[in-house]
Structure formats: C-alpha cells, structure tokens
C-alpha cells in the first residue's frame, strides 16, 4: 500500500531570488572589469530585451 501522505517541499523562493541577485551582481563586475561602462550598458539592454520577451510571452500566454 501507498501512503500519501507527503510532507509538503520547502520553499525556496527567498533563496533562490538571493542567489540570482548575487550571480548578477558578479557578473556585471565581470563585464565592468573587462569593458567598462559601454559594457554594462550592453547587458542591461541586453537583459532589459529579455526580461521584455519573457513578459509579452507569459502575458500572451493568459
């Protein structure tokens, strides 16, 4: 027989917006180090177009 009665998973949502946020701080340090600011004004374009796409998609979407 099965038991189902399973623990609910943790959330972990804090931490993993925690790590994302610390990843991007080093890789713009990253990019800030080897190109300077015409750099950096490139990948947050570059992520602002993304973070654009992902938002028409999810909101196309529903």
Known sequence: M?????????DYTT?????GFIN????LGVV??????PGLLLA???LNHLITLLD??????D
């Open 2 to 10: 099965h038991d189902s009665s399973h623990a609910s998973a943790p």
């Open 15 to 19: 931490a993993t917006l925690w790590m």
């Open 24 to 27: 991007l701080l080093w890789m």
């Open 32 to 37: 800030s180090a080897l190109w300077g600011l």
């Open 44 to 46: 947050g374009l570059g």
């Open 56 to 61: 028409r998609r999810r909101s196309a979407r």
